[in-house]
């Protein structure tokens, strides 16, 4: 039997899928990885995933090294259990994924607008980081 079958799918969208979405899928897929099946996107998708996010993420145990942008219309046919946007401008420009169970809003300021030394810029993506494991994980977690 296939295990990922009985896992639910979540989706987490971003406006560029460069950092933050990209950090909350490393976060569920090392949190909750047995219960859920985790993809992020992003409705304008990055060059790449932000170095600082990989970064700050690698600091907490989570390797987001290999993970890429991608664009949400890769996506929008396929069935999810939930979709979640993390930014305000993808959830004002997001369209309704037709086969998504449930479709919520949680959001982070975005890191790479911060300013200041690589150690400054540091904390600020910390601080999501944390935010998104301590906010997000949980929402999804009790949904499944």
Same mark, same amino acid.
């Given at each position: 039997?296939?295990?990922?079958?009985?896992?639910?799918?979540?989706?987490?969208?971003?406006?560029?899928?460069?950092?933050?979405? *990209?950090?909350? @899928?490393? !976060?569920?897929?090392?949190?909750? &990885? &047995? $219960? !859920?099946?985790?993809?992020?996107? &992003?409705? $304008?998708?990055? !060059? &790449?995933?932000?170095?600082?996010?990989?970064?700050?993420? /690698?600091?907490?145990?989570? %390797?987001?090294?290999?993970?890429?942008?991608?664009?949400?219309?890769?996506?929008?046919? *396929? #069935? !999810?259990?939930?979709?979640?946007?993390?930014? %305000?401008?993808? $959830?004002?420009?997001?369209?309704?994924?037709?086969?998504?169970?449930?479709?919520?809003?949680?959001?982070?300021?975005?890191?790479?607008?911060?300013?200041?030394?690589? @150690?400054?810029?540091?904390?600020?993506? #910390?601080?999501?980081?944390? /935010?998104?494991?301590?906010?997000?994980?949980? @929402?999804?977690?009790?949904?499944?």
């Amino acid at each position: 039997m296939d295990e990922g079958a009985d896992k639910k799918r979540v989706l987490i969208l971003c406006t560029g899928n460069s950092c933050r979405s *990209q950090m909350a @899928e490393g !976060w569920v897929r090392h949190l909750l &990885g &047995g $219960r !859920w099946e985790v993809h992020s996107a &992003g409705t $304008r998708p990055a !060059w &790449g995933v932000a170095p600082l996010a990989v970064r700050a993420m /690698a600091e907490a145990g989570v %390797d987001i090294s290999n993970q890429s942008p991608k664009h949400w219309e890769e996506f929008l046919d *396929q #069935r !999810w259990d939930l979709v979640v946007t993390v930014c %305000d401008h993808a $959830r004002e420009s997001c369209p309704v994924f037709p086969a998504a169970g449930e479709q919520i809003h949680e959001s982070f300021p975005d890191p790479v607008l911060a300013t200041g030394s690589v @150690e400054e810029q540091l904390v600020a993506y #910390r601080a999501v980081r944390d /935010a998104i494991r301590d906010r997000l994980v949980p @929402e999804i977690a009790r949904r499944g």
